[in-house]
Each structure stands twice: as C-alpha cells, then as structure tokens.
C-alpha cells in the first residue's frame, strides 16, 4: 500500500521561501513518478511540478517555473519542493502523489495521494 505524508507547510509572508516534504512508504521513489498539486479554496487542483521515476526529470507549471524547486532523495524515499518568492495567490492546500509512468501535472493520472499540508502566504 502506498502512502504519502506532507510536512513543511505554514505561514510565510509574500516574497518568502518554504520547503515542503513528501515521504513516500509503500514504494519505491524508482518505481513512481511525484507531483505535487495545490487547491485553494473554491478552486480545481492544480498541478505544480513533477519529478520522473526512470531518470529524475522535472517539469513545472509556467506559474512556478524559476521560483519552485523539485528534487528526491533516493535514500530517504523523500520529495520535496522548495518554493520560493510565494505569492499570496499561491497560498493553498499543497498535495503530493503518486503514479506509474505517469509524469504530467493531471491530477487524474495519479493514484495515490497524501493529505495535504497548509501553505499560508499573507502579511
């Protein structure tokens, strides 16, 4: 059974940096590709960065392109996502997940998700 915890979410002001956590059980980070997605409130999940099973490509959202960082730890069977310059229009439910060979920002084509952890972006 594959799991999924975030950490690292919390209160930042506009213009501030967060580095959010995926720890992954069940699988391995070789065998699943990982995005991350985040939902405001009222609004559809929208897909921010992915990282690749086979090679460890990334791809992001035009929206955080330059700002956001994604990256794995192997050994740890961890992903994170350091985001920095936050907009208060970013702040939102963020949410890892998983999926095979599924590499793109449709949530639809991940399987399985975490429960989501708060980023506050406000003054």
């Known amino acids: 059974q594959v799991q999924l915890v975030e950490s690292g979410g919390g209160l930042v002001q506009p213009g501030e940096s967060l580095r959010l956590s995926c720890a992954v059980s069940?699988?391995?980070?070789?065998?699943?590709?990982i995005g991350w997605f985040r939902q405001a409130p009222g609004a559809e999940r929208e897909g921010v960065s992915c990282?690749?099973?086979?090679?460890?490509?990334?791809y992001y959202s035009d929206s955080v392109r330059g700002r956001f960082t994604i990256s794995r730890d192997n050994a740890k069977n961890t992903v994170s996502l350091q985001m920095d310059n936050l907009k208060p229009e970013e702040q939102a439910v963020y949410y890892c997940?998983?999926?095979?060979?599924?590499?793109?920002?449709?949530?639809?084509?991940?399987?399985?998700w975490g429960q989501g952890t708060q980023v506050t972006v406000s003054l």
């Open positions: 997940a998983a999926g095979r060979r599924v590499f793109g920002l449709d949530p639809r084509l991940y399987d399985d």
């Open positions: 069940g699988v391995n980070l070789d065998s699943v590709d």
């Open positions: 990282i690749a099973s086979l090679d460890g490509s990334t």
